[in-house]
């Protein structure tokens, strides 16, 4: 699914096939969880292959290892320069991009000494989730920031994302909304959530998420057309029955909800400005212009 016999990725300074690369059963990130990561992802346009965000995305990677205090020097530029050779190497266009920062043997629970940079990249038409998405309101709450760097996209977080998706699963919906401690919406097990309400958009503030990057170009798009856009503290209740609303991430790119907790979102989603933001940002991954879409939205 993700490499084959011609597969080739990078690992601490070397190009080796995928499936002869190995790493040490005795890591710190093994035994811990103690790895920090990115989800990227190239796509197919009109000038050719282009990584969507690569710095914004590498600038976090290097943010969070400072966050987890882990020895790490690579520069942005290196790692762009490096998964475009890879990318090429892989013949790919359409991919998801995964870096990755690992540490060596150290069972002590202490910083890392030493760290080795893996980027692996495949295939990819956007298969992470579906869309018009049936979600419950999670019984696992979103790790508490007094406990954990949360601003850091660290591996051993996502135990928390697996149980609340198998959960969700487990009962019939497609994804789980998460709380935070204090019972507000915080996110997804793995994206960042949205919902509409009298042609306004409203996510959860900062402090108990992960702000992602397409978050930030959610942002980016609302003001190019003229929507508004904003942070807010609200509950389940209150984003249940809004207009419209969608999880947004680099592997979800925008997926639209269908309803929380069997409740469903009021309009018809075609007609909705979330899906406008959607459209935007199809053409800005692709590096096409999106501007007829604010002359489309006055007549809404």
Known sequence: MYYNEKSVLYYDGEFLPASKASTDLYGQSLHYGYAVFEGIKAYKTASGTKIFKAEEHFDRLKKSAELMMMPFS??????IEITYELLEMNGLQNAYIRPLVICSPNMS???GRKSQ????AWNWDNGYMADKMRVMTSSFERPNPKAFRIEAKVSGHYVNSILACQEAKDKGYDEALLLDSNGNVAESSGANVFFEKDGKLFTPAKGNILPGITRATVFEIAEQLGIGCGEA???PEEMKGADAAFFCGTAAEIVALESLDDVKFAMNWEESRSAAIRKAYRHLVLNEDYSYLKNQLQYV
């Open 74 to 79: 690579c520069s942005s530029n290196e790692m």
């Open 117 to 120: 940079l893996v980027i692996e």
């Open 109 to 111: 629970l202490s910083k």
């Open 233 to 235: 503290v609200f509950t």
